[in-house]
């Protein structure tokens, strides 16, 4: 998954990110209150967000952007996917 890192490298970066999201998770949900989605729901939008966010990012040509941007592109892919799915269930909320 993380192309050029070793094994123990990319759990430990999974791991750290399941915890980070949670703690923004937890954050985002005071913020967003009834718009949001749960502290775990949160969580898991981001994480996954993270994930799908960093294998866009993999599959970009090689040298299209520098090795150090994937993971702070890949956090506000992230943050994107959690801002597009709180606008789309407030505007369900409103129909």
């Given at each position: 998954?993380?192309?050029?890192?070793?094994?123990?490298?990319?759990?430990l970066?999974?791991?750290?990110?399941?915890?980070?999201?949670?703690?923004?998770?937890?954050?985002?949900?005071?913020?967003?209150?009834?718009?949001?989605?749960?502290?775990?729901?949160?969580?898991?939008?981001?994480?996954?967000?993270?994930?799908?966010?960093?294998?866009?990012?993999?599959?970009?040509?090689?040298?299209?952007?520098?090795?150090?941007?994937?993971?702070?592109?890949?956090?506000?892919?992230?943050?994107?996917?959690?801002?597009?799915?709180?606008?789309?269930?407030?505007?369900?909320?409103?129909?």
């Open positions: 998954m993380f192309s050029g890192m070793s094994l123990e490298i990319s759990l970066v999974l791991g750290f990110a399941c915890a980070a999201s949670f703690f923004i998770g937890n954050a985002m949900n005071s913020l967003l209150g009834a718009s949001g989605f749960g502290v775990i729901g949160n969580m898991m939008i981001l994480f996954f967000g993270f994930l799908l966010g960093r294998n866009l990012v993999q599959t970009l040509p090689y040298r299209t952007m520098d090795a150090d941007f994937h993971l702070p592109t890949a956090i506000g892919f992230a943050f994107a996917a959690l801002l597009l799915l709180a606008v789309v269930k407030r505007l369900a909320q409103n129909s």
